[in-house]
């Protein structure tokens, strides 16, 4: 799966609000305005396409076995970082079709 087919395929599912969960927070999602908004009981967080794809091309470099553990992008930065990697887990059904 490409980058855009993914992203269309979240945008398309999050028409209306889904719950999901870290591994350790639930968490809702819901495609508005052109961005992931992730709310939880005390935050709402934006999530940007560019910011998702950052965390995509992260995840291809890796070995597929390691592309869903949460760990693995601490370096990145990026405080959104644990529901991007929950999302991407839950609508790329088999990691090693990245690309």
Do not use: C
């Not at 889904?18 to 009981?41: C, D, E, H, L, W």
């Amino acid at each position: 799966m490409k980058f855009d087919e993914f992203w269309s395929l979240m945008a398309a599912d999050l028409a209306e609000q889904k719950q999901f969960a870290t591994q350790t927070k639930p968490f809702s999602a819901k495609y508005s305005g052109g961005r992931i908004m992730v709310s939880t009981n005390d935050s709402l967080w934006p999530i940007d396409r560019s910011t998702m794809r950052q965390i995509w091309a992260k995840a291809i470099s890796m070995h597929e076995k390691m592309r869903f553990i949460h760990t693995n992008y601490t370096h990145e930065k990026i405080r959104t970082s644990s529901y991007i990697i929950s999302l991407m887990k839950h609508y790329v059904a088999d990691e090693s079709k990245m690309e």
